[in-house]
Structure formats: C-alpha cells, structure tokens
T-cell receptor, first 112, second 113 residues
Framework: QKEVEQNSGPLSVPEGAIASLNCTYS??????FFWYRQYSGKSPELIMSIYSNGDKEDGRFTAQLNKASQYVSLLIRDSQPSDSATYLC????????????FGTGTLLAVQP | GAVVSQHPSWVICKSGTSVKIECRSLDFQATTMFWYRQFPKQSLMLMAT?????????EQGVEKDKFLINHASLTLSTLTVTSAHPEDSSFYIC?????????FGPGTRLLVL
C-alpha cells in the first residue's frame, strides 16, 4: 500500500514569515511529486511539481525533494493571509495514467 | 492551459432521483479522468478512474452500479449518481490527466434531500 503522510496541522505562521510544509512517502521508486493548494470549499489547484532531488523555486514557493529520505517539502516565503489553505502533497503512483496518491493535507493559517 | 470544467456546480435533488455530473477538459485531450468525493473537513477520496472508450476502474468500497461513469470522448466524462440518498450529499470533484499531472475541475456540490 503506497502512502503519503502529512501533518494535518493547523500550522500557524505570522504574516511575512516562512511557512514550511512537509510530506513523506512510502514508495521508494516514486518519480513525480506535486503540491496542490485547496481553499475551503474549493477544488485543489496545482502549485508546484518536482521530479529531481534538490530545490525548485517558483515565485514565493520552493519545493524541495530528497528521494533518499523519501521526503518532499514546500516552503512559502513572505506568507500572506491569502496563503491560508490546505496544502496537499501528491505522489504519482508510477502508472501511465497520472494516478496520484494524496496525503491528507496540512492546514496552513497565516495570521495577519 | 489545462482547464477543466464541471457542470453543474450545485445541485439539489430529492432522495431517489438520479443526478448526472459532467466533467470536460477544455483545452486538452484527456485519455484518463478521475472522480473524487470529499466530505466536509475530510480528505479527497478517489472514487474511480475513467478511461476513454473503456469501463471505469472503481476503488474498493465504491458501488459501480450506484456511481455510473461514462467517458465517451477524450474531453468528456460523466458521473451519474443513481437513486441518490442523503448520505450521498458531498462535494464531487473530477480531474483530467494532462501532460504532467492531474488538473481539477471546480467541483459539484450535491445535496440530497
């Protein structure tokens, strides 16, 4: 059973701080990793993808991948109240259909 | 790019009726689409994988005769909730498999009275 684990939170950070969201996965052969953001009452939206070890930056977001430790994280710099949402970590199950294994999500609350 | 639509966004129906939800990929072709259900304050739960031109693959515990899925074209999949009951009230979200990953539709909120 492939699993993706996240701390459910809530993770509370002050406005302007760095929010650090973490995720571990069980399948060592996983190759593709994604972060989705889900606002309350809305559907998930893709914010970051990462495939190689190391960091990948996109604006205020940085995804970090460490395949040896089976660990992927998302850093949000200069956190804003509008970043308050649930962040879902997802891992491709390795098939051809892009079927994803989702974590349960971490609720982030950015305090003004 | 990678836009997915769902219709309707909201539906209220009486117990015992059937409800059809459409999922369309607007700017790309999707051989595979996925249907999820999400209850309030709970995680996404994958219901089934929909493959164009073939039968859907249902997750364990999902009744295939109750949740009928049809994927008739590369841009359209439909989910029909048959004989809906109040416990089927939920947020139903589809996604389409694109080049990189899944792209989600906006969701359909179903309330069964």
């Amino acid at each position: 059973q492939k699993e993706v684990e996240q701390n459910s939170g809530p993770l509370s950070v002050p406005e302007g701080a760095i929010a650090s969201l973490n995720c571990t996965y069980s399948d060592r052969v996983s190759q593709s990793f994604f972060w989705y953001r889900q606002y309350s009452g809305k559907s998930p939206e893709l914010i970051m993808s990462i495939y190689s070890n190391g960091d990948k930056e996109d604006g205020r977001f940085t995804a970090q991948l460490n395949k040896a430790s089976q660990y992927v994280s998302l850093l949000i710099r200069d956190s804003q109240p509008s970043d308050s949402a649930t962040y879902l970590c997802a891992v491709n199950d390795g098939g051809a259909t892009n079927k994803l294994i989702f974590g349960t999500g971490t609720l982030l609350a950015v305090q003004p | 790019g990678a836009v997915v639509s769902q219709h309707p966004s909201w539906v209220i129906c009486k117990s015992g009726t059937s409800v059809k939800i459409e999922c369309r990929s607007l700017d790309f072709q999707a051989t595979t689409m996925f249907w999820y259900r999400q209850f309030p304050k709970q995680s996404l739960m994958l219901m089934a994988t929909s493959n164009e031109g073939s039968k859907a693959t249902y997750e364990q515990g999902v009744e295939k005769d109750k949740f009928l899925i049809n994927h008739a074209s590369l841009t359209l999949s439909t989910l029909t909730v048959t004989s809906a009951h109040p416990e089927d009230s939920s947020f139903y979200i589809c996604s389409a498999s694109g080049l990189e990953t899944q792209y989600f539709g906006p969701g359909t909120r179903l309330l069964v009275l």
